[in-house]
């Protein structure tokens, strides 16, 4: 069934869901525009505009040559900085929420409801009010200003979110079939290994995509936590636009703003599909 | 030796009282079903008997061994579920042989087991195949063969058909039925479906609210009930329990439905005597109740003819229900097919008086 008609409603209805998506996608085309112009260009006519003469050279300087503080390197080694936290982050957050979501949904134990409440509490702490806190826990653990600590806080921090998804998902899972598990004789992990996990990729895919974009887009942590050559790159970004020099670097900025949103905006245009599938998933058919 | 003992078990959840001090006693070989209205604590006892629940008190002996603090892989049982709990990622071997797998045995067996299960059950076909592309009745099949591949000391079964459509379950009941009878199992079934109950026990355990109402075999179950729960729940179309009074009339006891001109009397077992004078409920089962010409029993005074008008006839094919108005009460009888009786007239009906049981009206107990 599909409505063709165009009823003023309609009409209405599509106007302003185009103002919506205009909102959303204007600076975005700018910054696009401008990665692809000279400094010069845009320091003579204007912020906006459509590009003279394309400037590909942007993205190169912005990759490995542009000075970020004092070193002339470009963003790559932030890059780098930015991937080393965020992968191993976002595989260790996903794989202990799917286990305490597994633990909390599918297994009773006392004071379940409990840990389950503490977790996802995390979801509802804002995020100034923990800097302090792990300042003092970095400082102790030794891991101020390392990457390493980095690792540790979205872990940590991840887990009130993953575990939620996880948990969620899997109480669709039918207790009986935790049940005959056991009376075949499995335990607590290869329950989990053979028969939960495998029903999962739907919900994984979900907690990776929403991770990894979220870990990698994070700022306050990374620019609070470390300095120099261990920033990831959505710190160092700041540091370039700081950067000054006599004419604004407007042109390699914008391109290097646009590597920096590469790899989520590649994980949303090839996972987004599966994101959203995930969400609406359910465990068993 | 008793297969399995169940001891005095009780079974709380916070502060409801589920199971009230259930005790069974079954022998190796029985198949044994428990049976009663839904939440009763029928799946709450096989639980605690898998050891997937624990008892709040008391104790369960399988095969002569407490088995309270034995976690459920190493109580010697198998279990089918009402949903089957296939896992769903794994093939139908890998389903059957997860068990095995989980105690190491080694390769070569499992292969044989699958074997000789899959020959049994008839599902050598679906062993590549996964839980979903599977049928109800084949899903059935599968969770039967990842119990019976095990040969454990007891079979515990929860409503394995209720799943499945009303023809498939006749079907299946009967094979269930010649496995036992071929592999000598010991067997625990839960159901609420009378039928199944009295086609495939040995022995039924009829439950009411967290207590065993009866423990016999299908026959005493359904021939002398325990009391009037038990008589009304066994039985489809159930038992007639109608209100009446015991009175001696020369010298012998009989049980009075109605009044003066009216007045139906049925003979009763002399046992009954201490009762005479009073309300007693008089049960009797629709089968009892039959055309005049029916040839019950050759035993003098077994058959009683009585004269009842109909108020209704449903014809189901192989008999007709009718519905008999005895008194002030109602009462099904099961007539042949050739039998047409009109609505509103009265006709003469033979009962087959020595299968009546005779109730309590306060405690809804067995008198005789
Ligand atoms: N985990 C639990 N927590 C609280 N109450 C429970 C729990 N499990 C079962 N019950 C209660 O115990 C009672 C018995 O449940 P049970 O599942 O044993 O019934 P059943 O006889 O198997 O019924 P059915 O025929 O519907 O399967 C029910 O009233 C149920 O609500
Ligand atoms: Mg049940």
Redesign the interface.
Known sequence: MRDTSFAPGRILIYLIVSLIAAAYLVPIIVVVLNSLRTSEEIAQTSMIGWPQRWAWSNYGIAWADFCVAQTCAGIRPYMLNSALVTIPATIISTLLGAVAGYAVSLWRFPGDRWIYGIVTLGLFLPQQMRLLPWTIVLRDVGLINTLSGLVMIHTIQGLSFTTLFCRNYYVAI?Q??I????????GFY?IFW??VL??SPPILIVTVIWQFTHIWNEFLYGVTFTTGQQQPVTAALIALTAAVADIPQYGVQSAAVMIAALPTLLVYVFGGRYFVRGLTAGA?? | MAALTIRDVYKRFHSVEVLKGIDLEMDSGDFTVLVGPSGCGKSTLL?II?G?ERQSSGNIEIGGRIVDNI???DRD???V???Y?L????TVRQNIT??ME??NVPRVQRDEAVGRVAKLLQIEALLDRKP?QLSGGQRQRVAMG?ALVRDPLLFLFDEPLSNLDAQLRAEMRIEIKLLHQRLGSTIVYVTHDQIEAMTLATRIAVMRQGVVQQFADPETVYNRPANLFVARFMGAPPMNTLAARLEATRGRTVAVIGYGEAAIRFPVPPEAEGWNGRDVVLGIRPECIAEPTRHFSDLPGAVTTIVASVEMVEPTGAETIVVLRLGDERALGRVSPDVRHRLSETAQFAVDTRKISLFDPASGDRIT
Request: proline content about 10%; hydrophobic content about 45%; overall charge positive.
């Open positions: 039918p009986e079939l049940r005959a598990a056991r009376v075949d004789g499995a290869r053979r028969i495998p029903l068993v058919k | 639980n898998a997937l976690a459920p892989r049982i198998a279990m579920f009402q949903s709990a896992y769903p990622s794994m997860f068990g989980c105690r979903g990842r």
